[in-house]
């Protein structure tokens, strides 16, 4: 499953879903664009974890949940706490974080 975050609420999804991935992005971020059909690509392929797309520059108290510092930032909860991040436009090092976090 995969939802867009329209409010500052990340805390509240994460820590009422056991596996939580997150895309930071922004509107004006090409790496962003590029990145997201891949990022819906693994949201349907493991459907037991919570899909978001978090714009970065509109919920900051979402954004303090990771280290955000450049875009595209994705990231991991399990149990309501963070796990891992990686900051990419690159597909194998996004799996390799989905991965980590779908397979336990």
């Known amino acids: 499953m995969i939802k867009e975050l ?3 609420n990340l805390s509240e999804v ?5 596996t939580v991935v997150v895309q930071y992005m922004a509107g004006w ?19 037991n974890a919570q899909f978001l797309f978090v ?3 509109k919920f900051p108290e ?4 990771a280290k955000v510092d450049n875009l595209p930032t994705f990231a991991t909860f399990k149990n ?14 996004l799996k390799n ?3 980590e976090v779908t397979s336990n």
Not at 14 to 18: A, H, I, M, P, R
């Open 6 to 8: 329209d409010q500052d």
């Open 14 to 18: 994460v820590g009422s879903n056991d």
């Open 29 to 47: 971020c090409g790496n962003c664009r590029l990145m997201k059909p891949k990022f819906k690509k693994l949201a349907e392929e493991n459907e």
């Open 55 to 57: 714009d970065a520059e």
């Open 62 to 65: 979402s954004r303090k949940l």
């Open 80 to 93: 309501g706490s963070f796990k891992n991040q990686v900051q990419t436009n690159k597909f194998d090092q």
């Open 97 to 99: 974080l989905v991965d």
